[in-house]
């Protein structure tokens, strides 16, 4: 099996019912320091995520609006791990490996050269969905360019 080239291990996503609610265990409890925060509507969701001592992230994830595949998780799985995330260094690579691999890819995203992601599906994954992605914006430049300065939970 081709390797796809993983460059780092970005973060755990775990959903919540609540991101507040989640605060006390994440950052206080565990000491984890909010960096990076987005409201993505459109999408049905937003995200925060804590930093941890030797650079591990942990992204919580809260559904917003009405419907949306958030809410559907919650209802199927309940509060708990959701993804992980791997950066690669070229997605179309790591996609046609991991096809070649026979593994399901869902939900390939290319439009914007900061972040392109795709999906490894959790049919393929032992249950855990595995999110592939590609950025050109350095570590330091990620964290500017999703600051938890404009965070509005």
Do not use: C
């Amino acid at each position: 099996m081709l390797n796809v080239g993983v460059s780092a291990l970005d973060h755990t996503a775990i959903a919540v019912r609540s991101i507040q609610a989640a605060l006390p265990l994440y950052r206080d409890l565990l000491g984890g320091q909010p960096n990076g925060f987005e409201r993505l509507s459109e999408k049905g969701f937003m995200w925060l995520t804590l930093r941890y001592p030797n650079g591990a992230q942990v992204e919580l994830l809260e559904p917003v609006g009405e419907d949306g595949f958030l809410h559907r998780f919650l209802d199927r799985y309940g509060e708990g791990a959701h993804h992980m995330t791997f950066i690669v260094e070229d997605l179309r690579t790591a996609v046609d490996r991991a096809k070649a691999a026979g593994l399901r890819v869902v939900d390939e995203d290319y439009r914007d050269a900061r972040w392109q992601e795709a999906f490894i599906s959790p049919r393929s994954a032992f249950g855990t969905i595995i999110q592939l992605a590609q950025t050109n914006l350095s570590e330091a430049d990620r964290q500017r360019h999703w600051s938890i300065a404009d965070a509005h939970l």
